[in-house]
């Protein structure tokens, strides 16, 4: 999977959730997509790194304290 294919599929999704308002205007957007997506990023990345922090902080760029940050907002630990 390409991050041409990722880019797609959100960009599709967004459409979808868009039309899907019938009009209606969209509030706070930004943040209810770095939520959403956020939490299926670190679930999958914790799973993969076999729920090692250190690891999956490094896979994502990120400390080890924000990791555990993020993760304890998504109640994912």
């Not at 019938?22 to 799973?47: A, F, I, N, Q, S």
Request: charged share 30%; glycine share 4%; hydrophobic share 35%.
């Amino acid at each position: 999977m390409s991050k041409k294919y990722i880019e797609e599929c959100i960009r599709t999704s967004l459409e979808t959730y868009l039309r899907d308002l019938r009009g209606t205007e969209p509030d706070g957007m930004y943040d209810m997509m770095l939520h959403v997506v956020e939490k299926p990023l670190l679930e999958v990345v914790m799973r993969h790194a076999d729920d090692n922090q250190s690891k999956a902080a490094q896979w994502l760029g990120l400390n080890r304290n924000t990791l555990r940050k993020k993760l304890l907002e998504h109640k994912l630990i």
